[in-house]
């Protein structure tokens, strides 16, 4: 079985710019979450997906911070314009109904 | 709402070692606890959970974790450590009414083991 893919593995740009990152979930795999893992910090989360709704938002900073996942598959997350805290790495997961969450490789972010 | 703990951010042991790592949870409902391991540029891999029913669990790599309500702990152990266990290790519980949900995790704690 194929596990959760992510693009890019890594992104470097310069504060104010924009950038995405995209995951591909567990196929099957209703639920998708997307986490922001500071260094020397556990990942936080940042969205909650059930199919294509959103199911809890409530620590994505969005002013600048969003996400969608179309068709209740593959996910987006967009930064706009982006900040130095924002550098991280981005982690996406997907669950079963349940089961347990299974992570992707995640997205290093780099703002400069 | 609930949180993690884990006590001592770097462990350092000896290869062949007990290795423990510490983890206390807070839930007012019955937790669904988790460690996961993180490999250096990989994502997370879950290494064991406890959901109900026996509270010591076997996990994948020899490890084992035990839940005690009474102290509100979740600790990680492997009776030996082998110098590929050097990784860095969170817990984690799920939020909300019981049941797989969204992850609250702790700092981590990140194990070296030395020859």
């Given at each position: 079985?194929?596990?959760?893919?992510?693009?890019?593995?890594?992104?470097?740009?310069e504060?104010r710019?924009?950038v995405?990152?995209?995951?591909?979930?567990?196929s099957?795999?209703?639920?998708?979450?997307?986490?922001?893992?500071i260094?020397?910090?556990?990942?936080?989360?940042?969205?909650q997906?059930?199919?294509?709704?959103?199911?809890?938002?409530?620590?994505?900073?969005?002013?600048?911070?969003?996400?969608?996942?179309?068709?209740?598959?593959?996910?987006?997350l967009?930064?706009?314009?982006?900040?130095?805290?924002?550098?991280?790495?981005?982690?996406?997961?997907?669950?079963t109904?349940?089961?347990?969450?299974?992570?992707?490789?995640?997205?290093?972010?780099?703002?400069? | 709402?609930?949180?993690?703990?884990?006590?001592?951010?770097?462990?350092?042991?000896?290869?062949?070692?007990?290795?423990?790592?510490?983890?206390?949870?807070?839930?007012?409902v019955?937790?669904?606890?988790?460690?996961?391991?993180?490999?250096?540029?990989?994502g997370?891999?879950?290494?064991?959970?406890?959901?109900?029913?026996?509270?010591?669990?076997?996990?994948i790599?020899?490890?084992?974790?035990?839940?005690?309500?009474?102290?509100?702990?979740?600790?990680?152990?492997?009776?030996?450590?082998?110098?590929?266990?050097?990784?860095?290790?969170?817990?984690?519980?799920?939020?909300?009414?019981?049941?797989?949900n969204?992850?609250?995790?702790?700092?981590?704690?990140?194990?070296?083991?030395?020859?």
């Amino acid at each position: 079985e194929a596990g959760v893919a992510q693009s890019p593995r890594y992104k470097i740009i310069e504060k104010r710019q924009s950038v995405a990152f995209w995951c591909n979930p567990i196929s099957g795999h209703a639920t998708l979450y997307w986490y922001q893992q500071i260094l020397g910090q556990g990942p936080k989360l940042l969205i909650q997906f059930q199919n294509n709704g959103v199911v809890d938002d409530s620590q994505l900073p969005k002013d600048r911070f969003s996400a969608e996942r179309l068709k209740g598959v593959d996910s987006t997350l967009k930064i706009q314009p982006a900040k130095l805290e924002d550098s991280a790495v981005y982690l996406c997961a997907s669950q079963t109904d349940g089961g347990e969450q299974y992570f992707g490789p995640g997205t290093r972010l780099t703002v400069t | 709402a609930q949180s993690v703990t884990q006590l001592g951010s770097h462990v350092s042991v000896s290869e062949g070692a007990l290795v423990l790592l510490r983890c206390n949870y807070s839930s007012s409902v019955p937790p669904y606890l988790f460690w996961y391991v993180q490999y250096p540029n990989q994502g997370l891999q879950l290494l064991l959970k406890y959901t109900t029913g026996a509270t010591l669990v076997k996990g994948i790599n020899g490890f084992e974790a035990e839940f005690k309500k009474s102290e509100t702990s979740f600790h990680l152990t492997k009776p030996s450590a082998h110098m590929s266990d050097a990784a860095e290790y969170f817990c984690a519980v799920s939020e909300g009414n019981g049941g797989y949900n969204k992850l609250i995790f702790g700092a981590g704690t990140r194990l070296a083991v030395h020859p």
